[in-house]
């Protein structure tokens, strides 16, 4: 009872220290960005795909909603992951404050864990966001763009829960590196590099190795574009990224704490 009550209150203050930072506002204007981004293209090419549903009297939402999601997890979200803890520890790293935290008398596993559930919070309340902005645009869509009228029809929230979810498990595995990466370094710059590189070497790995399946950040990429199992929750990519994550999480709590006994 009283460890749920460090971890708890550690938790309650994470939330408050990063109130007036940076976090929150990534929270709402990344998505915001790659929503609007993608409402001008929408709007801008008028892609097939939808305007042929449209046409034929088809629910054209469940292909608007994985439009946005292959967007937000292929191109975006994985650079969204490193800036965020990069944020979140950078503030600790640069006030020098790791010493005083583990003076206080509070369990070290405490300190770490509401430091990871709090970044993983903030992940999940970033997609669920962007879950909003995804339906919001899609109406807006309909009232500047005849041809893009999808107002008519249901607009498939469920389904559009579904793929932030999805989204959400296909970054653990990714979100377990950058927390670690966050945690060991100071320099923010770490974190942005290993972000790019991921994105990109999983763009290019995922033309044809056969492997790739097996790549951490390829996984979001892999269960957006997954069409036999886009309905499916628990598919291919995302097991493998829980797995993957799980391990990672573990190995870097173990590395972190045997750090800060040595210290």
Request: charged share 10%; net charge positive; glycine share 6%.
């Amino acid at each position: 009872m009283l460890q749920r009550f460090y971890l708890l209150r550690e938790l309650k203050a994470e939330f408050s220290k990063y109130r007036r930072t940076m976090v929150y506002w990534l929270m709402v204007l990344c998505p915001l960005a790659i929503a609007f981004f993608v409402f001008v293209i929408n709007n801008w090419t008028m892609p097939t795909s939808l305007t042929q549903l449209i046409e034929k009297g088809k629910n054209p939402w469940e292909m608007y909603i994985i439009i946005h999601y292959r967007v937000m997890s292929i191109m975006l979200l994985p650079l969204y992951i490193a800036m965020m803890t990069g944020v979140i520890y950078g503030r600790e790293h640069r006030n020098n404050t790791w010493k005083h935290l583990y003076a206080l008398p509070i369990p070290q596993w405490s300190i770490e864990l509401s430091k990871n559930i709090f970044s993983l919070l903030i992940l999940l309340f970033t997609l669920l966001i962007y879950a909003g902005f995804v339906l919001l645009s899609g109406y807006v869509l309909s009232m500047t763009n005849p041809k893009m009228n999808l107002a008519p029809f249901d607009n498939h929230l469920g389904f559009n829960l579904l793929m932030a979810l999805k989204v959400f498990l296909s970054m653990i595995s990714i979100w377990a590196v950058h927390n670690w990466v966050g945690r060991r370094f100071s320099s923010f710059g770490y974190n942005i590099g290993l972000g790019l590189v991921g994105v990109i070497s999983a763009g290019v790995l995922i033309q044809g190795w056969k492997y790739v399946k097996y790549y951490p950040y390829a996984f979001p990429a892999l269960g957006v574009l997954d069409k036999q199992g886009i309905h499916t929750l628990f598919s291919q990519p995302i097991v493998y990224s829980l797995i993957v994550g799980a391990v990672l999480w573990a190995i870097s709590f173990w590395d972190i704490h045997r750090r800060t006994i040595r210290a």
